[in-house]
């Protein structure tokens, strides 16, 4: 069993949809990380968090310790979001950095 | 803003061959990591180091090594490359518990 687990794998939405990517993890973490992934490679770091709720523009994270669950929220989607959106666990054993990675949700935003 | 420089994007080298992977971050990180990324896989850490000549095994060290003589690089070595090496590798580094900040990947194909 996979220790994160991401869904849905695939999502197309239209343009102004509000999407929920959603992030299951089975182990303890000291922090979750969103990360999105941009055809070409890169990747870039979109939220890190331990607790609660994060804003930053049209994204949003939020996370519940006790249901080990964390969701990503997209609010009027956009074609620019297309990309894969991959959620990453932190263990609390202390190594600092060393991420344990979902295989990523593809999102496919149609204009 | 931070930057993460992986030398090539593009690369093609002969069964056999040494490799040498580079990376190179400008904010004075501690940590930098080293992954692959496998379709249907995910990212998987191959080596990290959160100091100078400081290395760690991540989870699929075999086949690799690594090499941190000053802070501010990190490379990879095939030591001798196969075709199971054909991959996309990331680079990563982060200041402590910050979030991680990739580099755009090298695209290396062993044939």
């Known amino acids: 069993k996979n220790e994160v687990e991401q869904s849905p794998q695939n999502l197309t939405a239209q343009e102004g949809e509000f999407i929920t990517i959603n992030c299951s993890y089975s182990?303890?973490?000291?922090?979750l990380h969103w990360l999105q992934q941009h055809p070409g490679g890169g990747i870039v770091s979109l939220f890190m968090?331990?607790?609660g709720k994060k804003k930053h523009g049209r994204l949003i994270a939020t996370i519940n310790i006790q249901e080990k669950h964390s969701s990503l929220h997209i609010t009027a989607s956009h074609p620019r979001d297309s990309a894969v959106y991959i959620c990453?666990?932190?263990?609390?054993?202390?190594?600092?950095?060393?991420?344990?990675f979902g295989k990523g949700t593809k999102l496919s935003v149609k204009p | 803003d931070v930057k993460v420089t992986q030398s090539s994007r593009y690369l093609v080298k002969r069964t056999g061959e040494k490799v040498f992977l580079e990376c190179v971050q400008d904010?004075?990180?501690?940590?930098m990591f080293w992954y692959r990324q496998d379709p249907g896989l995910g990212l998987r850490l191959i080596y990290f180091?959160?100091?100078?000549?400081?290395?760690e095994k991540g989870d699929i060290p075999e086949g690799y090594s690594v090499s941190r003589e000053k802070k501010e690089r990190f490379s990879l070595i095939l030591e001798s490359a196969s075709t199971n090496q054909t991959s996309m590798y990331l680079c990563?580094?982060?200041?402590?518990?910050?979030?991680?900040?990739f580099g755009n990947g090298t695209r290396l194909t062993v044939t």
């Open positions: 990563a580094s982060s200041f402590r518990v910050s979030p991680l900040h």
């Open positions: 182990v303890g973490i000291s922090a």
């Open positions: 968090l331990s607790s």
């Open positions: 990453a666990v932190e263990g609390d054993g202390g190594s600092q950095g060393n991420l344990i």
């Open positions: 904010m004075d990180h501690e940590n």
């Open positions: 180091s959160y100091d100078v000549k400081m290395k």
